[in-house]
């Protein structure tokens, strides 16, 4: 199975990706993979850009709820289901692996170390990730080149090798410019902590405003080195 999705994925890489709008890409996936097409939202600009871009399309919409979102992200995600008037499916973590890594570490633990704060990524993102995809072809995701460094020379369509599944990021080459006036233009719904400067909101205790002259992606972790800050949702060698 794995090898034959593998074979469609270099086709496809080959034929249709550069060749057409991302709306028609999408068209041309769902076609090839009928019912097996998710889209995995946060409620980011970029998630909502897309939203709108696949409103019409047969694609599931999905998003990992981590359970320690802030309040303005459910308010965002109950404010696009009455915009877009599609179903959100949730998915959450295991409680009894969940239960037992804060019975034995505390809430908090994350801050401690990169080894801690990625095994809670885990716990919290990671394994519910993976129940999301479990038998679809394609993720289709919000990704930017210009979120960090380790995603500049991301590919649009690419082999997810721990997944098993083929990656699209239909916006992957927009600017921030570009996604905001997207955003106005169609008065999409939106998570309103980006106007206090969060610019990639993930877990409230992990995520803060970033300062004037500081990159994209130092609101996230911001403890860490530079170099560490993912969780694991889009790693690339």
Request: net charge neutral; glycine share 4%; with cysteine.
């Amino acid at each position: 199975m794995e090898d034959s999705l593998k074979i469609e994925f270099e086709k496809l890489n080959k034929v249709l990706v550069g060749e057409s709008s991302p709306t028609d890409f999408l068209q041309s996936l769902i076609e090839k993979f009928p019912n097996e097409v998710v889209f995995s939202t946060s409620f980011s600009y970029e998630d909502q850009v897309i939203t709108h871009l696949i409103k019409d399309l047969n694609i599931e919409i999905f998003t990992l709820d981590t359970g320690r979102l802030f309040g303005q992200t459910y308010q965002t995600w109950t404010s696009t289901k009455a915009f877009f008037q599609k179903n959100i499916k949730a998915y959450y973590p295991d409680t009894d692996e969940l239960k037992e890594f804060v019975t034995e570490n505390g809430p908090d633990s994350f801050y401690q170390s990169v080894e801690k704060r990625m095994t809670c990524c885990n716990i919290r993102k990671l394994h519910p990730l993976r129940k999301a995809l479990q038998g679809n072809k394609v993720w289709v995701t919000g990704l930017r080149s210009e979120h960090s460094a380790n995603r500049q020379n991301v590919p649009q369509l690419e082999w997810d090798p721990d997944n098993k599944i083929i990656k699209f990021h239909p916006i992957l080459h927009w600017t921030s410019e570009q996604v905001i006036a997207y955003v106005k233009k169609h008065h999409l719904p939106y998570n309103h902590l980006h106007k206090m400067g969060f610019v990639s909101i993930g877990c409230e205790p992990c995520t803060r405003a970033i300062k004037e002259g500081e990159d994209f992606r130092a609101g996230r972790w911001w403890w860490e080195e530079a170099n560490k800050k993912e969780c694991g949702l889009h790693i690339h060698q």
